[in-house]
């Protein structure tokens, strides 16, 4: 086992971004500390907002552990209990926002990088979910990706919703331990947003599903004849087209089905039709149910990596772990964790974007 252990509750402020976690109440489920107090979530905030966010529009997209080689497969998942859903947090007023974002870290080479995170539902409005190799660094023993922070509604360099750090993630035990594909995804609560002053002075921007919704999720689901693939897709295909650039949000629909990696046997795993590239693209929602006009539907995957399966040096399917009963526990270990605010509530947002400046206490 690759981690450490420490009792809940104890020692936890002296903790940053560490290789420490700890293990949540659920079973399988693991806890895993990022930015665990005030001051060091307020330097991580400096590093990607300082300079005109400097950190932020030279952050390159994530190119570890992108594409799988994976197979169609023509049989049915075969769920492991009940469909379950909890339904998506809708906006309760009309405004351009988006669920989707980018989310910000320091990776291995010592460098800022990114892949692609959703807003979800929670008691709290403060979970993003993404792939647990956009959270776990599975290139170095025990580690976490360093300044880890959700911009949502990115684009071209914005932060039209705010800066998001996180306070702590879970994962899947097997994933923390094995790095195993079907288990690589992670919920990670984040802090109330905040943006800079032109003299640095942190201001909150809330909490984040109330400024930008929150998707439902679904569990033990069949394969769907219709996913959205939300992300930020930016890597070359195999035959060296870039048809994506990462600055924008872009969407994708096509049906689900379940695959197999041949070189890298592991549990259930499922894909989607999506000619996504797969850096920049890790973490982008699968949303069934969608709405265009509301922007939200119920999450039930996350694209973990990229196959080409017919061979013709284009990428052509997202895959992503099956979401059966053990996401379904450590999704509920995220669900009610609280992380407050790292910045004052400002009187008023008025250049922010449908900005409320609410407090990020319960």
Not at 17 to 45: F, Y
Not at 140 to 151: H, M, N, S
Not at 208 to 217: F, K, M, P, S, Y
Request: charged share 15%; glycine share 12%.
């Amino acid at each position: 086992m690759r981690r450490t252990l420490i009792a809940l509750g104890v020692g936890l402020g002296l903790l940053g971004s560490t290789v420490v976690s700890v293990p949540a109440q659920a079973a399988g489920s693991v806890k895993v500390l990022l930015a665990s107090t005030v001051p060091v979530a307020q330097q991580v905030a400096a590093f990607w907002l300082a300079d005109d966010a400097a950190n932020l529009r030279n952050a390159t997209p994530y190119a570890v552990r992108t594409v799988l080689q994976g197979e169609r497969l023509s049989t049915p998942v075969v769920p492991d209990g009940p469909p379950f859903q909890i339904p998506p947090i809708p906006l309760e007023e009309e405004r351009p926002s988006s669920t989707s974002g980018k989310v910000f870290f320091v990776g291995a080479d010592g460098q800022p990088h990114w892949c692609t995170g959703t807003s979800m539902q929670s008691k709290y409005r403060n979970i993003v979910a993404t792939a647990g190799h956009c959270v776990r660094d599975t290139q170095r023993e025990g580690a976490t990706l360093d300044k880890w922070a959700f911009v949502p509604g990115y684009s071209e360099g914005t932060t039209p919703w705010g800066l998001y750090v996180g306070k702590l993630a879970f994962v899947h035990h097997d994933f923390d331990v094995y790095a195993g594909h079907d288990r690589d995804f992670a919920f990670v609560n984040v802090y109330g947003g905040v943006v800079s002053s032109s003299t640095g002075v942190l201001t909150n921007t809330g909490k984040l599903a109330e400024n930008v919704g929150g998707q439902g999720i679904a569990f033990n689901q069949a394969t769907t004849p219709s996913a959205d693939v939300l992300g930020y897709p930016a890597g070359p295909h195999p035959d060296g087209t870039r048809p994506y650039t990462g600055q924008t949000l872009e969407s994708s629909t096509g049906p689900t089905f379940a695959v197999t990696l041949p070189d890298a046997p592991t549990g259930r795993l499922i894909g989607v039709e999506s000619p996504f590239t797969g850096e920049g693209a890790i973490g982008s929602s699968w949303l069934y149910d969608y709405s265009g006009d509301s922007r939200t539907g119920h999450l039930n995957g996350i694209t973990i990596g990229v196959s080409d399966t017919d061979g013709d040096n284009r990428y052509d399917t997202g895959v992503s772990p099956y979401f059966d009963n053990e996401v379904r526990a450590v999704y509920m270990s995220a669900l009610s964790m609280w992380t407050g605010s790292i910045a004052q509530p400002a009187a008023a947002v008025a250049s922010r974007p449908g900005g409320t400046g609410l407090s990020s206490h319960p």
